[in-house]
C-alpha cells in the first residue's frame, strides 16, 4: 500500500484475521472488516465508516457516489464526525462547518476480534490551535454496529463541546420512511426565519427540506416502508437527536450529490448540540455513543 507513511503509524499496527488495508484512491487508505456477523469499512480519513453490512443483511448506510476521496473534504455519506462543534463554529464563520475531526487523517491505534466482531479504536491528531480537546473513536463491528466519541479536556480550563455522528441511512425512497419516537419531543426548526421550537406530533415523515434537533436522547426507530426494514439507533451521553434530508433545491446545491439522490437517504444523527451542547470541566472525559442495529430486509 503505498500509502504516504506519515499516516500516524496507523500502518504498523497488527491486523487480526480478517482486518485488512484498502486504498480505493491512491493515498486514502480504508480498513476493510469482514467477520462473519457482518462486514465494514472505514476510512482513516475522518475515522469515517462508509459501509456497515450486517450478516444476511443489506448495506446500511448511503454514501454518495459522487463523494470525494481526498484530504480534507468530508466523504458525503457513512457516518461523518462533527467534532468539536456541530453546524456553523459558534464565533469564527471562517472556520469549517461540523469542526475538523472528518476532514484529516486519523491514527489507528488498535485492531481486535473475537467470536462477537472486530473493534477498532482510533485517536484524531491535534494539529496546533485545535484547542486543548482530544478525541478517540471506538468502533465494534458485529451483528450490532457500536460507535463511541471520547471527548477529554486536557486542559486547566472548561471547554466548549457539540458534536455529531452524522449518520446518512439508505433508504428505498424517502417519502416512503418514517421515524419514530420522536413523538411529544421539542425540536429546534432550523429552517424558520428565526429558528423556532416546536413540538413533534406522530412519527417524523418527510416531504420537503428537513432540517431538525430533537430535544431527545434513547432509542429511535427508522422504518423503511419501502424496503420493509427496521433500523433502530440507541444512544447514550445524547439528548439530542438531528434529522437531515435536504430535499431537491439543497441537493442540487451539494456538488459531491446526485440531484435525485436526496430521495435514496435519511440523516439520524446521534448528537450534543442545541440545548444539549456541553462544557467539559477540567479534566474531563465524555463519551457519546450510538448503537445501530438493523433487520434488514
Ligand atoms: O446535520 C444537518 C446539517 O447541519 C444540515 O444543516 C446540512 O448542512 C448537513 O448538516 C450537511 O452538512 P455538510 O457540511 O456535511 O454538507
Redesign the pocket.
Given at each position: 500500500m503505498d500509502t504516504d507513511p506519515d499516516m500516524h503509524g496507523s500502518t504498523e499496527i497488527e491486523l487480526p484475521d480478517g482486518v485488512t488495508w484498502l486504498e480505493p484512491e491512491p493515498g486514502f487508505p480504508v480498513i476493510g472488516v469482514s467477520h462473519a456477523k457482518g462486514t465494514a469499512r472505514i476510512a482513516l480519513h475522518g475515522a469515517h465508516v462508509t459501509s456497515w453490512v450486517p450478516a444476511a443483511h443489506a448495506e446500511v448506510f448511503y454514501v454518495s457516489p459522487k463523494a470525494a476521496l481526498r484530504p480534507g473534504k468530508?466523504i458525503r455519506g457513512g457516518v461523518?464526525v462533527c467534532w468539536p462543534w456541530f453546524?456553523a463554529h459558534p464565533e469564527d464563520g471562517s472556520k469549517p462547518?461540523?469542526g475538523f475531526a472528518r476532514n484529516r487523517f486519523w491514527r489507528l491505534v488498535s485492531a481486535t476480534a473475537n467470536e462477537e466482531g472486530v473493534e477498532l479504536r482510533l485517536e484524531l491528531p491535534l494539529e496546533p490551535g485545535d484547542g486543548p480537546l482530544k478525541l478517540a473513536q471506538t468502533i465494534k463491528v458485529g451483528g450490532t454496529l457500536d460507535l463511541a466519541l471520547e471527548t477529554t479536556n486536557a486542559s486547566e480550563a472548561p471547554h466548549a463541546l457539540s458534536q455529531a455522528l452524522?449518520s446518512y441511512f439508505a433508504v428505498g425512497d424517502i417519502e416512503a420512511v418514517r421515524v419514530e419516537g420522536l413523538d411529544g419531543c421539542d425540536y429546534l426548526e432550523?429552517l424558520a426565519e428565526p429558528p423556532s421550537v416546536e413540538r413533534q406530533s406522530g412519527a417524523v415523515r418527510f416531504s420537503g427540506e428537513t432540517?431538525r434537533i430533537y430535544a431527545t436522547g434513547g432509542r429511535i426507530r427508522m422504518v423503511d416502508e419501502r424496503l420493509g426494514r427496521v433500523t433502530t439507533i440507541t444512544s447514550e451521553g445524547s439528548n439530542s437527536t438531528?434529522v437531515?434530508n435536504p430535499w431537491i433545491d439543497k441537493a442540487a446545491r451539494?456538488g459531491d450529490l446526485p440531484d435525485e439522490d436526496y430521495r435514496k437517504f435519511v440523516?439520524l444523527?446521534t448528537a450534543n448540540a442545541w440545548r444539549d451542547a456541553r462544557m467539559l470541566a477540567p479534566g474531563e472525559k465524555q463519551v457519546l455513543k450510538a448503537r445501530i442495529s438493523s433487520n434488514g430486509f
Amino acid at each position: 500500500m503505498d500509502t504516504d507513511p506519515d499516516m500516524h503509524g496507523s500502518t504498523e499496527i497488527e491486523l487480526p484475521d480478517g482486518v485488512t488495508w484498502l486504498e480505493p484512491e491512491p493515498g486514502f487508505p480504508v480498513i476493510g472488516v469482514s467477520h462473519a456477523k457482518g462486514t465494514a469499512r472505514i476510512a482513516l480519513h475522518g475515522a469515517h465508516v462508509t459501509s456497515w453490512v450486517p450478516a444476511a443483511h443489506a448495506e446500511v448506510f448511503y454514501v454518495s457516489p459522487k463523494a470525494a476521496l481526498r484530504p480534507g473534504k468530508a466523504i458525503r455519506g457513512g457516518v461523518p464526525v462533527c467534532w468539536p462543534w456541530f453546524g456553523a463554529h459558534p464565533e469564527d464563520g471562517s472556520k469549517p462547518a461540523h469542526g475538523f475531526a472528518r476532514n484529516r487523517f486519523w491514527r489507528l491505534v488498535s485492531a481486535t476480534a473475537n467470536e462477537e466482531g472486530v473493534e477498532l479504536r482510533l485517536e484524531l491528531p491535534l494539529e496546533p490551535g485545535d484547542g486543548p480537546l482530544k478525541l478517540a473513536q471506538t468502533i465494534k463491528v458485529g451483528g450490532t454496529l457500536d460507535l463511541a466519541l471520547e471527548t477529554t479536556n486536557a486542559s486547566e480550563a472548561p471547554h466548549a463541546l457539540s458534536q455529531a455522528l452524522h449518520s446518512y441511512f439508505a433508504v428505498g425512497d424517502i417519502e416512503a420512511v418514517r421515524v419514530e419516537g420522536l413523538d411529544g419531543c421539542d425540536y429546534l426548526e432550523t429552517l424558520a426565519e428565526p429558528p423556532s421550537v416546536e413540538r413533534q406530533s406522530g412519527a417524523v415523515r418527510f416531504s420537503g427540506e428537513t432540517d431538525r434537533i430533537y430535544a431527545t436522547g434513547g432509542r429511535i426507530r427508522m422504518v423503511d416502508e419501502r424496503l420493509g426494514r427496521v433500523t433502530t439507533i440507541t444512544s447514550e451521553g445524547s439528548n439530542s437527536t438531528v434529522v437531515w434530508n435536504p430535499w431537491i433545491d439543497k441537493a442540487a446545491r451539494l456538488g459531491d450529490l446526485p440531484d435525485e439522490d436526496y430521495r435514496k437517504f435519511v440523516c439520524l444523527e446521534t448528537a450534543n448540540a442545541w440545548r444539549d451542547a456541553r462544557m467539559l470541566a477540567p479534566g474531563e472525559k465524555q463519551v457519546l455513543k450510538a448503537r445501530i442495529s438493523s433487520n434488514g430486509f
